[in-house]
């Protein structure tokens, strides 16, 4: 079974410009979730939807990130413009909430993300 | 507040040996998951081993154990017979009633042949 599918793996952009990450769930799951991942701040927490609805972005740190998740099998966080503070790895988390196994996150490989 | 906490920001362990990582968390909901996830240095997170707040036994995965003491608040992390490969960061983390995981910094797991 192929697990959660990240696109690019790496991105360097120059500041100012639009960054678009993609993110496919791993069939059957219902919730996705999106983390950015720093030394300075570890694994935080962005957005996450449940049933293709996004059900907390309280951690989307402002207005120039979104996110979208169209059906449940492809999600977009976008980032515009960008700044070389948002230079981190981004993760692509799904999980099947409501059907057992502990709601289990599996995580996608990440994009890598430098912005000069 | 610091849900998940992981005092050992760095291990060394001999191969073959045995290494416990320590991990604490802070809730109130009595329904909680506790997960350990390992991410070596190519960057990936990968599931280790799942504990439910209600599981009466310690949960167990080929090498790995959780041994859970739910009174005090803690869910090492077991690795048995250690391998070369087993040299990464491993991640404590914590998943209550909203579905959100949290995690803790991390343990630097690096293992000596």
């Known amino acids: 079974d192929a697990g959660v599918i990240q696109s690019p793996r790496h991105e360097v952009t120059e500041m100012g410009q639009e960054v678009t990450l993609r993110c496919k769930p791993i069939?059957?799951?219902?919730?996705l979730f999106w983390y950015r991942q720093t030394m300075m701040r570890g694994l935080e927490l962005l957005i996450y939807?449940?049933?293709?609805?996004?059900?907390?972005d309280s951690g989307m740190p402002e207005d120039r990130f979104s996110a979208k998740m169209p059906n449940a099998s492809f999600s977009t966080l976008k980032i515009q413009p960008s700044e070389p503070r948002d230079s981190a790895v981004y993760f692509c988390?799904?999980?099947?909430?409501?059907?057992?196994?502990?709601?289990?996150?599996?995580f996608g490989p990440g994009t890598r993300l430098l912005v000069l | 507040a610091q849900k998940i906490t992981q005092t050992q920001p760095g291990m060394f362990v001999q191969e073959k040996e045995a290494v416990t990582l320590d991990c604490t968390y802070d809730?109130?909901?009595?329904?909680?998951?506790l997960f350990w996830y390992k991410q070596p240095s190519s960057g990936e997170m990968i599931f280790l081993i799942y504990?439910?707040?209600?599981?009466?036994q310690n949960a167990t995965e080929g090498r790995y154990s959780l041994n859970f003491q739910k009174a005090r608040k803690s869910a090492n992390l077991v690795i048995s017979a250690s391998q070369l490969g087993d040299s990464a960061m491993y991640f404590c983390?914590?998943?209550?009633?909203?579905?959100?995981?949290?995690f803790g910094a991390g343990t630097t797991v690096t293992v000596r042949a």
């Open positions: 988390a799904s999980s099947a909430i409501g059907q057992g196994q502990g709601e289990t996150q599996y």
């Open positions: 069939s059957g799951h219902n919730s």
């Open positions: 939807f449940n049933n293709n609805v996004p059900i907390d």
């Open positions: 809730t109130s909901d009595p329904s909680y998951g």
């Open positions: 504990q439910g707040s209600y599981d009466q």
């Open positions: 983390a914590m998943r209550d009633d909203d579905y959100k995981l949290s």
